[in-house]
């Protein structure tokens, strides 16, 4: 079981920019940030290999957001720039079977609110 702890979410307004964070606590071969906002189904929107870097963004945030690694630290970023009221969520961490289109989370992270408002 890998450990994982988010942090870095906040309130933030329309167009303003946040990075959060996701520290394991042991190796993984890919990882991945979900969301959920309220009412709706959890859904990947940004992951990455643990073999070759490889990275895959769903349309929504292609663009915008940026998923990287620091293996030193196992910790993965998501560095998230022009936010929309529509990006508010509860943003979650995941160990992937495989990066492309975020698929197979094994592990989870506890979640962290990012709220995008005015």
């Known amino acids: 079981q890998v450990q994982l702890v988010e942090s870095g979410g906040g309130l933030v307004q329309p167009g303003g920019s946040l990075r959060l964070s996701c520290a394991a606590s042991s190796d993984y071969d890919a990882i991945g940030w979900f969301r959920q906002a309220p009412g709706k189904e959890r859904e990947g929107i940004a992951c990455?290999?643990?073999?070759?870097?490889?990275?895959y963004y769903r349309k929504s945030v292609e663009g915008r957001f940026t998923i990287s690694r620091d293996t030193v630290t196992k910790t993965m970023y998501l560095e998230m720039n022009n936010l929309k009221p529509e990006d508010t969520a509860i943003y979650y961490c995941?160990?992937?079977?495989?990066?492309?289109?975020?698929?197979?989370?094994?592990?989870w992270g506890q979640g962290t609110q990012v709220t995008v408002s005015s």
């Open positions: 990455i290999s643990a073999v070759d870097e490889s990275t």
């Open positions: 995941a160990t992937l079977l495989s990066y492309y289109f975020c698929v197979g989370p094994r592990n």
